[in-house]
């Protein structure tokens, strides 16, 4: 089970509001993420005030937290913090309870920190300057300058469109950002040998002037994205071992898998079946079939890592159904009411429509009137 709890977003009514989603896993790999509550911050909006709002979601659902295997948040110091932060606050709240709380896994969004990384490119300080010094627009260097910068942000937003969206593993996130790394290396390697293949707007300005030198600030600038996206998702380097065995247990070499897992890995190398079930493509229907007895630790592993949530891209999703709902028009919308709106909007449990209509009709056409 995974909380994603994102920081406040002010309504049109001045209330600070508080979404929590949970995300949880079946024994059979259905992933379920709905709504545990839509909650109003009042007046202060401390850690401390977000982890009692969160206890008393908890208490109305009996939510049992033993089996919370990690909490996305969108980076904010008052989720973050390392002395305070909702987080620390709940693992001490976990430990107060008796329950075993260092193994509780904490991610920031994966979309905030890509949009963090982007900033590096400091596009907006290229537009300041150009404000203040119009008169050297002509001159090619800047010409060159905002296509290279162009060209990166376009592989930029390709990045962004892939983290976006419902019901992703969170080892596909971090495998969509890994890629991008990679690239980010190979764009180094390219423009230091003068290579702009993947620059087409930079490439055709080249093409046209028949520049051949290699701007050096350029790769500098690449050097100082690569860094930031190397130092922004190191927390997730510290289960990449665990996603990486969950993502493809076939690659995985015996000797650097955890103790618990080696002989099961060994057994599964040579289970040509379910190698080929896995080539099939679908991940979660792969760990269905698996024996729960003879592949045991890999599918706890498994069932840990696909109830994590990667990103708060639902909670933005949700924050955007709630602007819709709640206008100046109907900013007197109650809370309960404005959280059942969002609650069927999110859900993924259908209506039996003919089960309701049957027990509508008994109570109020079909059952015996009660004579007194």
């Known amino acids: 089970m995974s909380l994603s709890a994102l920081d406040e977003s002010t309504d049109i009514s001045s209330t600070a509001q508080l979404l929590i989603f ?3 896993v079946t024994q059979d790999f259905e992933v379920l993420e709905e709504l545990l509550g839509m909650c109003s911050l009042k007046g202060q909006t401390r850690e401390v005030d977000i982890l009692n709002v969160l206890l008393d979601e908890r208490s109305k659902t009996n939510l049992d937290l033993s089996k919370l295997m990690g909490v996305a948040t969108d980076g904010a110091p008052s989720m973050i913090g390392v002395n305070s932060g909702l987080v620390t606050l709940l693992k001490k709240h976990l430990q107060e309870k008796n329950i075993i709380a260092e193994d509780l896994m904490q991610f920031h969004c994966i ?40 060209d990166i942000t376009k592989h930029l937003n390709v990045l962004n469109t892939r983290l976006q969206g419902k019901n992703q593993l969170i080892s596909q996130l971090y ?23 993947h620059f ?25 994205l690569i860094q930031s996206f190397q130092d922004r ?11 990486d065995i969950f993502s493809n247990p076939f690659t995985i070499s015996v000797e650097n898998a955890p103790e618990s897992m080696q002989l099961e890995i060994i057994d ?8 080929n079930r896995f080539n099939e493509g679908d991940l979660l229907n792969f760990y269905r079939c698996i024996d729960k007895n003879t592949y045991k630790e890999l599918r706890i592993n498994a069932l840990k890592c696909a109830s994590l949530f990667g990103s708060t891209y639902i909670c933005e999703q949700t924050f955007s159904i709630l602007n819709i709902n709640k206008t100046k028009n109907r900013n007197r919308l ?6 059942a709106v969002l609650r069927v909007a999110t859900s993924k449990f259908e209506p039996n429509i003919y089960q309701f209509f049957i027990v509508f009709n008994y109570l109020y056409f079909w059952r015996p009137a009660i004579s007194s």
């Not at 087409?200 to 100082?224: G, H, R």
């Not at 109650?334 to 959280?339: F, K, R, V, Y």
């Open 22 to 24: 949970i995300r949880g």
């Open 111 to 150: 979309i905030h920190q890509e949009a963090l990384c982007s900033k590096k490119i400091e596009f907006q300080k290229l537009n300041s300057e150009i404000e203040f010094q119009f008169h050297v627009m002509k001159v090619r260097i800047w010409r060159f300058t905002v296509l290279y910068r162009i």
């Open 175 to 197: 495998a969509h950002v890994s890629s991008f790394q990679c690239k980010l290396t190979l764009f180094r390697s390219q423009l230091t040998s003068g290579n702009y293949n």
């Open 200 to 224: 087409p707007s930079y490439k055709k300005m080249a093409e046209k002037f028949n520049k051949t030198a290699i701007n050096f600030s350029y790769v500098e600038k690449l050097d100082i």
């Open 233 to 243: 998702f190191s927390d997730f380097k510290k289960v990449k071992p665990l996603l």
């Open 268 to 275: 599964i190398h040579n289970d040509q079946d379910l190698r």
């Open 334 to 339: 109650a809370n309960e009411s404005l959280e």
